[in-house]
Structures are given as structure tokens and as C-alpha cells.
């Protein structure tokens, strides 16, 4: 018993009222308990001094100190340059699942539960690389589920058909983009998987979620990646000086579709989504365009290029690649969400160098 206090002590060491004290119960930052016979609850001796102690020394918000932990997940694993969904490295998830199957055994669940029916039409008069940000940030204004964190898995599933039925132009049923939206459902805990994250830790609802992922994707250096990488392969497909047309597409020393922050070798989906097409198609312009760009830049081709090839070759639209990383990446994102929400909320903070204020 020496290791539980009482209330009025608890809140006494700290210097707070006794409903600042029941404030840190709810939100985890303390664990108070009952016990037969006391009139008030008890509280963690421990606890409360390590919180008392850590106000001491000025940083008032102290508990992100307790909140704070690694954040971990088991959606994708990235061992050098290799990249395992749910364990299972990508070529064989390609190999084996098209995109439908692939979405079930990330998220992990059969059953699809269709988003509200409302009308989606405003989606459709938009630029094509803003179609499903604008749907889900429409879904999510009129989501009668929004407090409801069940089924979150189940959710995503049905509302795969409703997004892919905005961006026809994308030809989603080919085999080469079923794999290209395979390989682009996740890839650690890049900037929209973690501002989605961020969204589900605050329990905002699914779509608010992926919209805040949506919204961290838009940017040209993650989900806008593939648009400059496609202008860069077209040039070089109209002709255009290999040398001139790298150093037009090289910005701050980046050069769009090659290299990859995370691997420092061959990017695997890029592998695999280049060796269907020289399966396929050998000799298509494409390909010879995009070996051409990798012998004169000297480095490893990524999974931008690589959708470029595939865009290019199928006469999909120029925003086409951007539109499958926003579609694949809302299987990776609503994994990470339904992740999250199993998860003590609030956990993410960031540090004030200057101390928090």
C-alpha cells in the first residue's frame, strides 16, 4: 500500500486542483485505482512524483514524457532495400494478389462497408489528381460515423470502388496498374502515413484521416514525385538531350524518379514493376527510355520512373501516377489508422527547444 496516495495527496504534490488530477486519468497520463474501505482513489506514488518532478524542472506539459514512445507497426517492414507487406515481400504479393486481394490482406479483413451515399458529382469536375482528396474530404463532412472507430478496416475496402469509379481515365484493371497500386499501398511511415496516423491519434474519423494523409501526399516531393518524373521520361520519349533533359528535371540535387531516401540500391518496386513490363513488352519505347536515363545518371531507378513507363505506355493521363499513389496509398494510410486507434491516444508531440510554453 505505501505505493498508492491518496487523491487529496496526489493532487497536493503536483499542484493542481482535483480535476486537473481526474484530467490526467482520462487522458492516460495517470492510473488511479479504487479499494474497498477508502473513500477517495489512489494513485501511483511513482507516477505522480516522476509527473511532480518533471513540472519541477519547468516543462509544464511533462506528461509527453510519459506519453511517449516509438511508434511501431507490423502494415509494411522495409529491410534494406527490401520492402515486406504484413511480412510478405512486395514481388510476391504482386505475384500472387491483384490490387482487391492485396487491399484485404493489408488491412486484413473480407467484408467491404460501402462510405454514405451522397452525391460525389463536385469530384468529378475537378482536376484528376484531386478527384479522391475532395471525395473523402466530402464523405467526411457528411459521415454519420465519424465517432465510430469500428469497422474501420471494412470501411476502406468500400470505399475502393467508389474512388476508382471517379478515375476511369486511370484504367485501374490493367495488370501493370493493379501492381503499381499494389506496390505504393505502404512504405513505412512515410509523411502521409504518419499525418494520417497523427489524425487517427487525436481520434478524428477514418475520412478526416485520409484526408489529412491526402493533404501531406499533395506535395512534389512524396505523392507529387511521379508527375515530374513522368515530364522527365517524356521528354526523353519526344526526343529530347538526355543531359538536358536530366538537368531540367534535377532540382536541390534530386533527380525525378531516381533515389530514394530509404533505399540506397534498387528500389523494389521498381523492380518489380519494370520486370512486368520487359515481360510483356520488351521492346516497348518506354522501357529503352527509362535504361537510357538510369546508364547516363548512373543511379538506381525508383517507383516513379518506373510508373511513368507504365504510364507512358498505355497512354494513361500525365496526373495518372499521382492519382494510383492517392488510391493505393489509402490501403497503406486506413491500415495505419485502424493501427493507431488501438493505441493510447495523443501520444505525438513534438520538443521545444526553447521549453514548452
Not at 104 to 116: I, N, S, T, W
Not at 242 to 260: E, K
Amino acid at each position: 500500500m505505501d505505493r498508492w496516495i491518496t487523491t487529496s495527496e496526489a493532487a497536493q504534490r503536483l499542484g493542481v486542483k482535483r480535476g486537473t488530477l481526474y484530467s490526467y486519468v482520462s487522458r492516460g497520463v495517470l492510473v488511479s485505482r479504487r479499494m474497498p474501505g477508502q473513500a477517495e482513489s489512489l494513485f501511483d506514488r511513482t507516477q505522480v512524483d516522476s509527473l511532480a518532478a518533471a513540472k519541477h524542472d519547468g516543462r509544464r506539459e511533462a506528461d509527453r514524457l510519459l506519453r511517449f514512445r516509438a511508434v511501431t507497426t507490423r502494415v509494411s517492414v522495409l529491410r534494406g532495400d527490401s520492402l515486406h507487406l504484413r511480412g510478405r515481400p512486395i514481388a510476391e504479393v504482386c505475384a500472387e494478389l491483384d490490387f482487391a486481394g492485396a487491399a484485404r490482406f493489408v488491412l486484413e479483413a473480407d467484408g467491404a462497408v460501402p462510405p454514405p451515399a451522397i452525391d460525389l458529382a463536385a469530384a468529378r469536375t475537378v482536376a484528376l489528381e484531386r478527384r479522391i482528396p475532395l471525395a473523402v474530404a466530402l464523405l467526411a463532412a457528411q459521415d454519420p460515423l465519424r465517432a465510430d472507430r469500428s469497422a474501420t478496416a471494412e470501411r476502406a475496402l468500400g470505399l475502393l470502388p467508389v474512388l476508382a469509379s471517379l478515375v476511369p481515365e486511370v484504367r485501374l484493371d490493367h495488370p501493370w496498374v493493379q501492381a503499381q497500386a499494389t506496390c505504393l499501398i505502404d512504405n513505412g511511415l512515410a509523411a502521409s502515413t504518419t499525418a494520417a496516423r497523427v489524425a487517427a491519434s487525436a481520434r478524428a474519423g477514418l475520412y478526416d484521416c485520409l484526408a489529412a494523409g491526402y493533404g501531406a501526399m499533395s506535395g512534389p516531393l512524396h505523392g507529387g514525385a511521379p508527375a515530374l518524373a513522368h515530364e522527365l521520361l517524356g521528354r526523353v520519349l519526344d526526343g529530347a538531350d538526355l543531359d538536358r533533359a536530366i538537368a531540367d528535371a534535377t532540382w536541390g540535387g534530386h533527380l525525378a524518379g531516381f533515389g530514394h531516401i530509404v533505399y540506397t540500391g534498387e528500389d523494389p518496386r521498381a523492380t518489380v514493376i519494370l520486370g512486368l513490363i520487359a515481360q510483356q513488352m520488351p521492346d516497348a519505347p518506354a522501357l529503352q527510355a527509362v535504361s537510357a536515363l538510369a546508364a547516363r545518371a548512373g543511379r538506381a531507378v525508383n517507383i516513379d520512373l518506373a510508373g511513368a513507363a507504365v504510364a507512358h505506355t498505355l497512354g494513361l493521363p500525365a496526373r495518372a501516377t499521382e492519382v494510383l499513389f492517392q488510391y493505393g496509398r489509402t490501403v497503406g494510410m486506413a491500415a495505419h489508422v485502424a493501427e493507431e486507434y488501438e493505441e493510447a491516444p495523443l501520444r505525438w508531440r513534438g520538443a521545444n527547444s526553447g521549453g514548452v510554453r
